[in-house]
């Protein structure tokens, strides 16, 4: 089992930035990766970046060059800059484990104003 808090979300005017964090705990030597997904009201979930146990990283093309993964030990991080009101969105800290399960934090609210 692993246990996932998200923290930093909020409100920000367009162009700002916000920084995200995602703690795991429990079963967390069987993290193989650690990913931020979002959904946004009337949509589905997608998924926005993600990062391997070795550190190899994907983004969502709306979110290249704009948003960084990173990872230290058991916390991910997203750091998101230049945002804009397309990224309001609840997001969600996953981990999909060696052994194929899925684990998802409560989410936290991203609000970006124009």
């Known amino acids: 089992q692993v246990r996932l808090v998200e923290s930093g979300g909020g409100s920000v005017q367009a162009g700002g930035s916000l920084r995200l964090s995602c703690a795991a705990s429990?079963?967390?030597?069987?993290?193989?990766?650690m990913g931020w997904y979002r959904q946004a009201p009337g949509k589905q979930r997608e998924l926005v970046a993600r990062?391997?146990?070795?550190?190899s990283t994907n983004y969502a093309d709306s979110v290249k060059a704009r948003f960084t993964i990173s990872r230290d030990k058991n916390t991910m991080y997203l750091q998101m800059n230049s945002l804009n009101p397309e990224d309001t969105a609840v997001y969600y800290c996953?981990?999909?484990?060696?052994?194929?399960?899925?684990?998802w934090g409560q989410g936290t609210q991203v609000t970006v104003s124009s």
């Open positions: 996953n981990t999909a484990t060696y052994s194929g399960f899925d684990f």
């Open positions: 429990g079963s967390v030597v069987s993290i193989s990766v």
């Open positions: 990062i391997s146990r070795s550190g």
